[in-house]
């Protein structure tokens, strides 16, 4: 080969090598307009992103994430388990800790309902996807995480699902106060006719006139729940006075208390009543209200005949009755699904042969 075509040779490799350098130095600015793209359109996603190495580490975030998770730290590197914590609902009811890099087998996973644990936040439900980034098929060399707040949709279903269980409530209700009245009218209709003696008419009327007024207060009440469930801020006393005064025993009221509930109290005031008088057999009763900073606590004491110890973390489950003067078994119940639907809770305590106590536990306001 002659000094000629060495010099052709070498002057070609040259030309080659610049063809070369320079679609490297346009692949290279293709590669970081592309990266650059990529970011400014992370940046935009609304839904905090997040991009791992194969290994789950954190390479890449949005700003959405930072301001999502409330991280003032650098999260870059770090794996992702150690940033977030996720609980996966089980049906038993307990949350089981869920790890990203355990659930690789099942990606890309689509929108899975997730509890997201945050350091100073209570846990709330988001939608969680997870994508793997492919080099080519079957080797993989990152991840994209998604993760989407649903806690807003969660919430409108919970009071969803707490609007149609008081709905039922007041279904109830209805049944079985209006049974009980009916039964007022029968037993006083039949007391009248037997002895002639027609003082009990009035005892009729004022079930008439307490069944017409519970069915426009479950009306009026079914109205309020289905459009929100606004409570309103009652009297405690005079519910309960205007309650008493439909029973012929001797009451000892005392105390005065506003209280933020709505017009199912009545019947959970009027529940506690019958049941002292129907099954306890008292003749008197003292209720106590007595009302604090944040709850108002009324006592509604009986000097009937008690219950057993073992029946008391049983008489407010649905459907549970004892003894022979039991008849629906639904009547406390009502009243623990009333009082819990303001924020508020009831107690009993209660001696065979010394009477029985429940304390409701009721939001006030001063």
Known sequence: ?????????????????VNTQRDLVKTNKSLEYQIERFKVTLQNIADPVIVTDENFNITLVNQ?????????????????????????????????????????NIFPLQNKE?????????????????????????????????IHSIAERKKIEMQQT?????????????????????NVIQMATYLSEKKGDFTYLGKVM?????????V?????????????GELAVYEAREIIEEVSSYYPIQFNISGNGKIVAD?????????LIRNAINHGKTEKMDIVISPNKDYCEIS?????????KDILDKIFDENFKAGSTGNTGIGLHIVKKVIERYGGNIRVESELGEGTTFTLKVPSQN
């Open 216 to 228: 426009n207060d479950m009306k009026n009440l079914e109205y309020t729940v289905s459009k929100g």
């Open 64 to 104: 959405k994430t930072l301001s999502f998770i409330g991280s003032k730290r650098d999260i870059i590197n770090k794996p992702i388990d150690e940033v977030l914590q996720f609980k996966e609902i089980t049906s038993n009811s307990e949350n089981v800790v869920f790890t990203v890099p355990q659930q690789k």
């Open 263 to 271: 017009e199912a109290f009545r019947s959970a005031i009027d529940n």
């Open 1 to 17: 080969m002659d000094d000629n075509e060495i010099y052709n040779e070498i002057s070609q490799l040259n030309n080659e090598l």
């Open 162 to 182: 707490e609007i149609k269980d008081f709905l039922q409530v007041i279904n109830r209700i209805l049944r079985h106060d209006i049974l009980n009245h009916l």
């Open 114 to 146: 997730i509890l997201l644990v945050l350091k100073e936040q209570e846990p709330f439900f988001v939608e969680l996807s997870i994508s793997a980034i492919e080099e080519k098929p079957g080797k993989t060399n990152g991840y994209v995480v998604v």
């Open 206 to 214: 004022k079930s008439v006139e307490a069944s017409i007024k519970l």
């Open 300 to 308: 509604v004491r009986d000097y009937g005949t008690g219950m057993e």
